[in-house]
């Protein structure tokens, strides 16, 4: 079966660093996003893997490792406006070509204090 | 390049009723994609268009459908509404809907269902 898992919610303190987590079972694992959507706006695209390994960019870094089925999201330097939620999305092999979707997670939401 | 819109904003209907919501892709865009959000399933997969035939589809009833025009824009039409149905409609557009491209989401349609 297809299954992704998220923390429902995360708190930190603005200025520190946080890791989330995206851990995921799929038949035929073809792609990782990580979308980041603020509330009652459009989610928007952070990055994506498809490798095992680390992918950075600039405060947003994201993490692979395909024979864990496992994901990271790490936010460096938070700010306030990175309170927001927190997508995993996974394509599935299983779905290429004429038949293809991408699995949500239902979204980890990260509240930024000061 | 502007960005996906999508009309109307939102959107009160009441039960038994049906409606059409719209989708104008970003320019050069080819394949659009279909998503119900809620808070306690998140974002579910309804449909991808692409050259104006339905190239996948996720798992809802027959009341969900959807078309796409030699434009690329797309609409969904929902038919005898139920109470569930109540949820964003997002709609995204990718280039030609490969594997590792990005989606582009649109603001999302807000349909409340009384």
């Known amino acids: 079966g297809q299954n992704i898992d998220q923390p429902t919610e995360m708190t930190a303190t603005e200025g520190a660093i946080v890791q989330i987590n995206c851990t995921y079972q799929t038949s035929g694992f073809n792609g990782l996003f990580w979308y980041q959507q603020h509330a009652g706006e459009a989610p928007t695209f952070l990055s994506y893997?498809?490798l095992d390994g680390l992918e950075e960019k600039g405060r947003f870094s994201s993490f692979l490792s395909r024979s864990k089925g496992y994901s990271y999201l790490l936010l460096k330097e938070l700010q306030m406006k990175d309170s927001a939620s927190y997508l995993c999305?996974?394509?599935?092999?299983?779905?290429?070509?004429?038949?293809?979707?991408?699995?949500w997670g239902l979204g980890t939401s990260l509240a930024v204090n000061p | 390049k502007a960005g996906v819109t999508q009309t109307p904003r939102y959107l009160i209907k009441t039960r038994g009723q049906q409606v059409t919501l719209s989708c104008s892709p970003i320019s050069g865009h080819r394949s659009v994609s279909w998503y119900q959000q809620t808070p306690g399933q998140g974002l579910q997969f309804l449909f991808e268009?692409?050259?104006?035939?339905?190239?996948n589809k996720g798992n809802f009833p027959g009341r969900f459908s959807g078309r796409q025009f030699s434009n690329s824009r797309s609409e969904m039409n929902v038919s005898t509404l139920e109470l569930g149905d109540s949820a964003l409609y997002l709609c995204a557009s990718s280039l030609s809907g490969g594997d590792q491209e990005t989606q582009y989401f649109g603001p999302g349609t807000r349909l409340l269902v009384l």
């Open positions: 268009y692409f050259s104006e035939t339905q190239r």
């Open positions: 999305a996974v394509r599935d092999r299983l779905y290429a070509g004429n038949n293809r979707k991408l699995i």
């Open positions: 893997n498809v």
